[in-house]
């Protein structure tokens, strides 16, 4: 019965949802029983598939959170489309690499446009979100940080850590401070995934090099993370507010 499920009434919007992770999500928030919000920047074919997955099952998005006012825009067409938003899950992001020896003009292109999709973006998102759920009774919001976010980062790929950083942080600080309006604030961590990125790393590297700090050999699943997401947004679990979720296979962080 749809009553039983878990997420049955919720309506999420979910950035980034046609990559490994986000479709993953989509999926399992779906069969949970939300109708979930896809948003997708490039892939509409993508988008347009993992809807039809679904069986129409959810609302499809398109917006550019490289654009300084891609996020606004993507809030504004999303409560057009969907008239209540409960939760909204912060899992778009992009991973780009440059030297300390990079000319200024590129080293600066890239912190901007790093900082632009995995934190700025999120942050807009969050500001539109606190307002919303502050006038509807509350919401859920689920941030997708990364290990690489709180053990430091490879020399070449300090923006992304740097920015998966500062969305923890951003996250503690919704949590502190609207948490009596009935909102609650999650950042969850993951290590590596079993992503197109991932195999790309792979593909270059040798899995070894990839999975040679995690303990149990092996990278997580999208599923995983999915799942995860999923129990998070359930009403039951308001005590997690302000928590930082670790998957990532035990990991060292330091």
């Known amino acids: 019965m749809p009553g039983d499920l878990p997420l049955a009434g919720q309506t999420v919007l979910v950035t980034g949802a046609t990559g490994g992770i986000g479709a993953a999500i989509v999926e399992r928030l779906s069969a949970e029983g939300a109708r979930p919000i896809i ?3 490039r892939d509409q074919a993508g988008a347009e598939a993992l809807l039809e997955r679904l069986g129409g099952n959810g609302l499809l998005i398109q917006a550019d959170l490289s654009a300084a ?10 409560l057009e489309a969907a008239g209540r938003i409960h939760a909204i899950v912060n899992n778009a992001g992009i991973r780009s690499e440059v030297g300390i020896d990079a000319d200024l ?7 901007q446009k790093e900082f632009q999709v995995n934190f700025f973006a999120a942050a807009d998102l969050c500001k539109e979100a606190l307002l919303h759920f502050q006038q509807n009774g509350g919401g859920r919001i689920v941030n997708m940080a990364s290990r690489a976010g709180q053990r430091g980062y490879a020399d ?3 923006p992304y850590g740097s920015s998966k950083a500062a969305l923890v942080n951003l ?3 919704i949590a502190r401070n609207f948490g009596r309006n009935g909102v609650v ?3 969850v961590a993951p290590g590596w995934v079993r992503t197109d990125m991932a195999e790309e790393f792979v593909a270059r590297h040798g899995k070894e090099a990839a999975v040679a700090d995690i303990p149990i050999g092996e990278m997580a699943e999208p599923t995983e993370v999915a799942e995860l997401v999923a129990f ?3 009403p039951s679990q308001a005590s997690l507010n302000g928590a930082t979720i670790d998957v990532n296979g035990g990991s060292y962080i330091r």
């Open 39 to 41: 948003h997708y920047s």
């Open 69 to 78: 006012d891609g996020a606004f825009k993507l809030w504004r067409k999303a």
């Open 105 to 111: 003009l590129e080293w600066r292109a890239i912190w």
């Open 156 to 158: 070449v790929a300090m």
């Open 171 to 173: 996250t503690k600080s």
């Open 185 to 187: 604030a999650v950042a």
């Open 232 to 234: 998070l947004l359930r």
